[in-house]
């Protein structure tokens, strides 16, 4: 039988070892927690939750849209093709199940609430179920090629180096993957696990190409198609190309100053008349009297509203170049 104070020595032995137990658990945690959220790129991180580099690989695959060999899933390549090069992860049916619903809801809501016509909701419906998925695409799609075109050219710097130092090409674009953040990354880490299980360096850059759409992209490929073929010296190839991405990189820069001037014009072109109307509006409601019961004024709004959208078509085409 314990007497009352050995009994109180071994509560005290035990409250003691439970406070330092849940201390390191709490440790523990909180550094797991802080070495994944200090990953720099999307791979890393799923590397970091202890999954193997095949299961890492095709989760990356199938979160863009694509099978685990790399390939499309859907029969709309060009569809399946904006989605993967846009960078948003997800299913994709679910992504366009979301604007679908969301059309649809908003159309009754405003049919039901502000009882508008019947082709005027299809046309909303229309608008956010189809037409604003493939804007929200599109945006994603081109921000995520500018982060892209800018990393590259040092992506390539580092490759060169590494080559130079007496690595193999592998551990070159492994070492890219390790130390670079997204978008770059986690695509060079997707080409580097992909030449691990197989693939030639060749078929990996194409796929990489097809994934995020980069001109620089399809340049790389070639060299590297040409150099498998003819040979020649691959850090010269990758030296001069990176030189090139860069000075071009430069230019459209330049443009983007030279045309900045345009562009802010075209804007203020554009949204003042629709400014100055809701503010008259707001004003003096009265300022337009019986202008509107007039037959005239809806196609007078449509031929205007055309020939401004020509306008502001001729306006962006002047202050954006292709080179």
Request: proline share 3%; glycine share 8%; charged share 15%.
């Amino acid at each position: 039988m314990l007497t009352g104070q050995t009994l109180l020595y071994f509560i005290y032995v035990l409250a003691a070892a439970s406070v330092i137990l849940a201390a390191e658990a709490l440790y523990v945690s909180y550094a797991r927690g802080r070495s994944r959220s200090g990953t720099i790129n999307h791979r890393l991180r799923r590397l970091a939750d202890d999954a193997s580099a095949e299961q890492t690989l095709q989760g990356l695959l199938r979160e863009r849209g694509l099978t685990d060999s790399g390939d499309f899933v859907f029969g709309f390549v060009s569809l399946n093709r904006l989605y993967t090069q846009s960078g948003i992860t997800g299913n994709p049916m679910t992504f366009a199940a979301s604007f679908l619903l969301a059309g649809f809801a908003l159309a009754l809501l405003l049919w039901f609430l502000l009882r508008l016509a019947a082709p005027a909701t299809f046309i909303i419906f229309l608008v956010v179920g189809f037409a604003l998925p493939l804007l929200v695409l599109r945006r994603a799609r081109n921000k995520r090629i500018q982060k892209f075109a800018k990393q590259l050219p040092d992506a390539l710097d580092m490759i060169v180096r590494s080559l130079r130092a007496g690595h193999p090409t592998s551990v070159a674009i492994g070492l890219v993957a390790r130390e670079i953040p997204d978008p770059i990354g986690t695509e060079f880490g997707i080409v580097a696990d992909e030449i691990t299980f197989g693939l030639s360096m060749e078929q990996a850059v194409r796929k990489l190409s097809e994934r995020v759409g980069f001109e620089g992209l399809h340049l790389l490929s070639v060299s590297l198609s040409i150099q498998s073929k003819t040979g020649g010296n691959l850090t010269e190839i990758l030296a001069n190309l990176s030189t090139v991405l860069r000075e071009r990189q430069k230019l459209r820069l330049k443009i983007r100053a030279l045309s900045a001037e345009g562009r802010v014009s075209a804007w203020i072109i554009s949204f003042f008349p629709l400014i100055m109307f809701g503010l008259l509006t707001l004003i003096a409601p009265d300022y337009y009297g019986g202008v509107w019961n007039s037959g005239l004024l809806m196609p007078a709004f449509v031929v205007f509203g055309i020939w401004a959208l020509l306008g502001d078509y001729i306006m962006y085409r002047m202050v954006n170049f292709d080179f």
